[in-house]
């Protein structure tokens, strides 16, 4: 039995000369613990659809990848027999490609010009 009470007292007393140093540095700088990142966030994630939007006016017009940008920022969900759009939410129904492009460039290249921040 005073095996064992002897052992922890050298347990504890070891425990409490490890908490007496200060934390490491490194050039004078505490170490800093990195958390870690989960999943990227998307560019322009803090920004309105509009301006989003707006920013895929950037690529060549007619492209599959300004189609691309705009199916970015509003998915796709095609509807075949999908009514005339009313706003630029509404082109998303649209089933061909080259008219939900052109459905897109409509509202968007109309749209007043907003900041970028």
Do not use: H, W
């Not at 170490?31 to 870690?36: E, G, N, T, W």
């Not at 061909?96 to 921040?117: A, H, I, Q, T």
């Amino acid at each position: 039995m005073r095996i064992v009470l002897a052992f922890l007292t050298v347990l504890y007393a070891a425990t409490a000369f490890a908490q007496d140093k200060p934390p490491p540095t490194v050039g004078g700088k505490p170490l800093v613990q990195v958390k870690s990142r989960g999943a990227p966030e998307k560019p322009g994630k803090g920004q309105s659809v509009a301006v989003r939007l707006q920013a895929c006016l950037d690529i060549d017009d007619q492209t599959k990848e300004r189609l691309n940008c705009y199916d970015a920022v509003v998915p796709p969900k095609p509807n075949p027999k999908a009514p005339a759009a009313k706003g630029v939410m509404d082109c998303r129904f649209t089933k061909e490609e080259d008219e939900r492009l052109s459905c897109f460039n409509g509202f968007v290249e109309s749209m007043p010009k907003l900041p970028k921040s």
